[in-house]
Every structure is written in C-alpha cells, then in structure tokens.
T-cell receptor
Framework: AQTVTQSQPEMSVQEAETVTLSCTYDTSESNYYLFWYKQPPSRQMILVIRQEAYKQQNATENRFSVNFQKAAKSFSLKISDSQLGDTAMYFCAFTGANSKLTFGKGITLSVRP | GAGVSQSPSNKVTEKGKDVELRCDPISGHTALYWYRQSLGQGLEFLIYFQGNSAPDKSGLPSDRFSAERTGGSVSTLTIQRTQQEDSAVYLC???????????????FGAGSRLTVL
C-alpha cells in the first residue's frame, strides 16, 4: 500500500519570500504520479502541480516548483515570491496503477503581510 | 457542467437518520471519486467509479455507507443510521480518465459538510 507523509503540520512565511513544503511517500511501484493540491478556506481543492515519476525533470508552474527525488521518495514543493493568496492548506498526493489518489495529512501555510 | 457540483453544501442531521449527498461531475468525465475530510485532517478515500467497471469500494468505512452512480454521471453517497463520527466534509472529484493515459488530474467539488448531532 502507498503512504504519503507530510510531517510539518504548519508553516509561516513572510510575503515575497520563498518557502518549501516537504513530502515523502512510500510505494513499490515504478511508475506513478505525484501531486500538490491547495485547499484555501473556501474548501475548494485546486491542483497546484503534477509530476510524472518517469520524468527526470522537475515540474514547474509559474512560482511553484518541485524537487522530486525518486530514489529518496521525496517530493517537496517550493513556492517563490509568496503571496497572501497562497495562504491555504497544501496536500501532497500519490496515484499509481489503482488510480486512487492517496493524500498526506496536509500542511497549513500562512503568508504574513 | 463547468465544474463538479455537490449538494447540499451543508447538512445538519440527527443521529440515526439517513442522509444522501449528491455529486454532479464534469460532463464527459468517466472517473468519479468520493473522499471524506474530517476537521483538520487529510482526505480519506471512500469509493471510486471508472466508466462501466465495478466500483472500488475499498475505502467505505462500514456497511452504513454506500454509493451509486447512475448512467455514468451523477453519483449519490448514502449514509444510513448516521453517527456523530460521520461528521465531516464529503468531497467529490471527477477526472477524464485513469492514470495510464495521464488523464488523472482530479477536479474537486466544494464539498458537502455533514454535521450529525
């Protein structure tokens, strides 16, 4: 069974600074996808970024980028130039051959003005 | 529709009553998921429908929980004889396909918040 671990329950960052959110996972599969989802107070889950395990290159979406270390089973999210609108709960997630998305417990990120 | 629609957005019920939660996925999406999110917690998988295949019910916590998907579109999650521990936000999501074709990005609804008194 796959597991996703987010060990930091919450983080705080100053506006315009950079923050990194950690995630580790465990799986015996060789091909899979990893995701970061954002859940603002409105409750709507929004996809931030997706990484395919067989791709060496780290995914990037504007201010969001990942550091994918397949051997270490690590998948961290870097947010550059943090904005107040980035305040939300962030979930790391994994999907493999069974197509079920397994989520970590999430981390609450607060961006301070 | 343009997004995943869930109803009701909030439901308060008494212990022992049955509740039905509805999910209307994005038109054409073949995969539909139900997740449960307890206060301040991550998302717990409940059930997964993919096209005409038998659903994956492995996450349903007890036989009080059931779900169906009619005509490959709208889905209803039913909780019978509700208990206080069933209080949570129930999230529905849909996607256009499975992971094999890379179409595994889930679009979530805003959720149904269930409170059992």
């Amino acid at each position: 069974a796959q597991t996703v671990t987010q060990s930091q329950p919450e983080m705080s960052v100053q506006e315009a600074e950079t923050v990194t959110l950690s995630c580790t996972y465990d799986t015996s599969e060789s091909n899979y996808y990893l995701f970061w989802y954002k859940q603002p107070p409105s409750r709507q889950m929004i996809l931030v970024i997706r990484q395919e395990a067989y791709k060496q290159q780290n995914a990037t979406e504007n201010r969001f980028s990942v550091n994918f270390q397949k051997a270490a089973k690590s998948f961290s999210l870097k947010i550059s130039d943090s904005q107040l609108g980035d305040t939300a709960m962030y979930f790391c997630a994994f999907t493999g051959a069974n197509s079920k998305l397994t989520f970590g417990k999430g981390i609450t990120l607060s961006v301070r003005p | 529709g343009a997004g995943v629609s869930q109803s009701p957005s909030n439901k308060v019920t008494e212990k022992g009553k049955d509740v039905e939660l509805r999910c209307d996925p994005i038109s054409g999406h073949t995969a539909l998921y139900w997740y449960r999110q307890s206060l301040g917690q991550g998302l717990e998988f409940l059930i997964y429908f993919q096209g005409n295949s038998a659903p994956d019910k492995s996450g349903l916590p007890s036989d009080r929980f059931s779900a169906e998907r009619t005509g490959g579109s709208v889905s209803t999650l039913t909780i019978q004889r509700t208990q206080q521990e069933d209080s949570a936000v129930y999230l529905c999501a849909s996607s256009s396909g499975g992971w094999r074709d890379g179409a595994n990005v889930l679009t979530f609804g805003a959720g149904s918040r269930l409170t059992v008194l």
